[in-house]
Structures are given as C-alpha cells and as structure tokens.
C-alpha cells in the first residue's frame, strides 16, 4: 500500500515543505500541529463555544492570561479531529500523542480542553519544550499517530485496554495507559510517580524502590546522592512498564522502540546503566532527548515505549548500526509493515559526534556543509545535520529501503533558527514524498550536551 499525502483546505502546515499528515498501510502519521485557524486565532474565552466559556473566572486580567492558553490549545484539537476526518477516520482513532507546551504551569487548561475533545482519551507524553517551532507556533503544538480503520485489515480499530482511571495502574492525568491496534500496542509516557499512594508522591531516592530496584546503591552518600534520584526513578518507570505489559500478557521484550525524556541530560551515563539491567542484551530501538520539563515537578525522566504482540507471529528484526553503536539497542527494528529507528545523530563511523565539514567523508557532502557553516548559529549544527542524514540513509540501506519509505520524522534542535540549516541539508537526501514532520526545541536534542541535532524517524516497509 502506497503511503499517501492527507490534504486539509482548513488547517494549515506549520511545516510549508511538508503534508499535513501521511497514511501509509492505514496507519496515520500526523505531522507538528499547531493552534489557530485559517481565518484567525482566538486568543479569548468568549471566541470558543459557549459551553466551554464557563471556563472563564470572570475577571479579565485572570481570563486574558487563561484564555489565550485555553484557546490556544481548543484550536489544536481542532485542527487535530480536522486532520483525523480528512483522512477517513475521526478522533477517537488516535492511537499516540504528544503534547508539546511552552509553560507546563498552564497544563491544567489544556487538560480541561482535551477533557471536551477526547472522550477516552489516547496514550500521550506532555513535555515542556524551549519554544513551539513552525508557523503559528504559541503555547502549545501536537503531533500524532493514528489509525484509518478499514484501510488495511491488520490495523483495526483502536483498542484501549488501559484507560485513564484503571484502578490497578491509575494515570498521573487524563491519558489511557495503553491501546492497541492490532499487533501494535501504544504506551502512554510513564513517569516515576506512586499513583497507588496518597498524594501520588514523587519517587525521589533508594528508600522509595525495593531491594531489586537500588540498581546503583553504593551505600555511600555523596553518590547514592548524586545518582540516585534518576538510578531510582528510572528503574521505578521501567517497572511500572514492566507491570503494564504484564497485564496484557506482554513482556519488556515485546518492546520494539521506546523514547526517554530527560530532565537534565547529565543523567544520561546513569539512566543507561539501568536501561541495560533492563535490557542486557538487544532491546527496542532507542531515542533519548532532554526537554525543558518532564511529568511532575520533581520528575526526571518520562518514558514512552511501544510494544508488538508476539501472538500476532510478525518478526521484530533489529537493524544493526552502520556505526560504532551510541547507545545501548538497535539502529532500527522492522515489525510487518512499521520500521521504527533509533535517534539518528551526527556521528562519524566511529560512533562519535562530527565537528565541522572537515569530518564530513564524501567530497560533495564538504563542500554543501562548508557553504552551510558561513550561516550556521552554533559550530557543528551543519555538520551534524549532513552525518545524521547519512546515519539515516545508511540504516535504511541495511533496511533495504529507500528514504521515500518515511513516513514520519521528528527533528530535535536547539533553537527553532537551527531548522534552516536543518531544511537545507534535508533537502539534499529527499525532496518528494516527503514523510509528515515536526520539529520540537528544547535545551537537549541529544543524550549529551555536544549533540546539537536528533532525528526519530518512522517507515513503512510498501511506500
């Protein structure tokens, strides 16, 4: 089955390069939304409908802080079930979303509003973000996945199996737990937070996990310290994970991709080591980024992993690296028809991140990054950009696929000015049937400070 463009007379791209949205296999990849409509964007209680304006305190100084945000985020969601309908499907279909929000203070507006529009809400992560890049970008951008029931017999309707008042594994908010879509199971962003206790309090150091959980416990304080909040709280997600799978007769080595959103991407070195005692061997294809908030206050990290049904018998293949290996996992792992790969940096075949053209291997890459590095913001961002678009082309090879096959690509940049040179490089690699898109700013777009560009990217194995 072809992949095939969506096309949406009223919303319009926040990307102009790039579809709206993509259907490849009857699944549906939704690129970066953003709020407003066509005509106008409402920035007022009273611009949204009546039932909604109840919202309003009554104040003006009170609703005109409120309402821009509420407004913001209503218009989102309808430009989301606009996309969703002009594909042949509707909202109730979304099987992922992300949330993007440039002040998580303002969360509570935004779930009130995504309470009106999502009546068994999908598996989401809401992540505070440095800016909302794109055009019309303000307080709050969504990308997601979803499913055209009808189009392709192994994707059927949605099926939530862990909602978002399971009172076994009760939401930190109003998310489900976890859908399926046929073979493919949709977990919602997991954070360290006790919602079987009083308060939901945060996990915060080695008293708060069992024996089996103090991975890292030296016994001493100054590192039990240091590493010991995101030792615990990452090991106290992963079993959360764990307890979720289980309860749909899954295990943690069902799990075929998984994105982890750091806090503070100094705890990378420590998050790793007790991702390995996770998954010693193998494990699902990995991105890691640092975003300017994460869950709770308090909270270090989210974790967000999908899983495949082995009752189904489809393959998970791991694709190996093309390179010495960043990061514990694969480079990609294929299921059916869905390629999902791990975060493509801007490494050399050495496994370590390049500096400047000079590090660039073919000739007629040097010269298009030396041009580039005369209008880059930061050293290295050209550069970077050329080798992750390589370590790209070069996974797919190994995938016996073309760049065509994209069907979803997230870039992570530093700065929403950075998405020029990102473009200009992109362009390079692919310029037609271009997958849906969406660029999110935050202070990590890699696991370390030097790594200035990632890109998580999503193929159908029929484009």
């Not at 392709?152 to 976890?178: C, G, H, M």
């Not at 991709?257 to 991702?275: P, Y």
């Not at 996770?278 to 206050?297: I, L, N, Q």
């Not at 997958?435 to 890699?446: E, K, Q, R, S, Y």
Request: charged residues 20%; hydrophobic residues 40%.
């Amino acid at each position: 089955m072809a992949k095939r463009a969506i096309a949406v007379g009223d919303v319009l791209s926040a990307f102009e390069a790039y579809p709206i949205a993509v259907e490849a296999d009857g699944l549906l990849y939704i690129s970066g939304l953003r709020g407003g409509r066509a005509d106008a964007a409402p920035t007022r209680f009273d611009q949204l409908p009546a039932d909604f304006q109840t919202q309003a305190q009554g104040f003006t100084m009170a609703d005109a802080m409120e309402g821009a945000f509420s407004a913001d985020a209503w218009t989102v969601h309808e430009n989301l079930e606009k996309v969703m309908v002009a594909a042949g499907s509707d909202g109730s279909q979304v099987l992922r979303q992300h949330v993007w929000q440039k002040d998580k203070r303002f969360f509570p507006q935004y779930e009130r509003v995504r309470i009106e529009w999502q009546k068994v809400p999908s598996p989401s992560s809401g992540l505070g973000v440095a800016d909302i890049a794109g055009r019309f970008g303000r307080y709050y951008g969504i990308d997601a996945l979803g499913v055209v029931p009808g189009l392709n017999a192994r994707y059927p309707e949605r099926a939530t199996v862990r909602t978002f008042d399971n009172k076994d594994l009760p939401s930190a908010s109003y998310y489900s737990q976890a859908v399926r879509c046929g073979p493919l199971v949709f977990l919602a962003g997991h954070i360290p937070i006790q919602t079987d206790k009083p308060g939901k309090p945060v996990v915060r150091s080695y008293d708060d996990v069992p024996e089996e959980g103090r991975v890292l416990m030296t016994g001493r304080s100054h590192p039990d310290s240091r590493h010991g909040p995101i030792a615990t709280q990452t090991w106290y997600t992963y079993d959360r994970i764990r307890a979720n799978l289980e309860a749909q007769g899954l295990s943690m080595n069902d799990m075929i991709q998984v994105t982890i959103f750091l806090q503070d991407i100094r705890d990378f070195g420590a998050f790793h080591k007790v991702h390995r005692h996770f998954f010693p061997e193998g494990g699902p294809a990995m991105t890691v980024t640092g975003f300017d908030e994460v869950g709770h206050r308090g909270t270090l990290i989210e974790i967000e992993p999908t899983a495949l049904d082995p009752e189904y018998q489809i393959e998970a293949r791991p694709v190996s690296w093309p390179v010495a290996a960043p990061f514990a996992g694969p480079a990609a792992v294929v299921s059916g028809d869905v390629v999902f790969f791990a975060g493509m940096l801007g490494l050399n075949g050495h496994g370590h991140l390049v500096r400047d053209a000079r590090d660039i291997e073919d000739d007629a890459g040097q010269r298009i990054v030396a041009d580039l590095e005369a209008r880059e913001r930061v050293p290295g961002l050209a550069a970077q950009c050329w080798a992750a678009w390589t370590l790209l082309k070069d996974t797919m090879k190994l995938a016996d696929l073309p760049l065509e096959a994209l069907t979803k690509t997230t870039v992570y940049l530093a700065d929403a000015e950075d998405l020029a040179i990102y473009e200009a490089v992109r362009s390079c690699f692919i310029s037609k049937d271009l997958p849906a898109f969406d660029c999110v700013v935050v202070h990590g777009p890699g696991p370390v400070a030097e790594a200035l560009i990632q890109i998580e990217a999503i193929a159908s194995t029929n484009p």
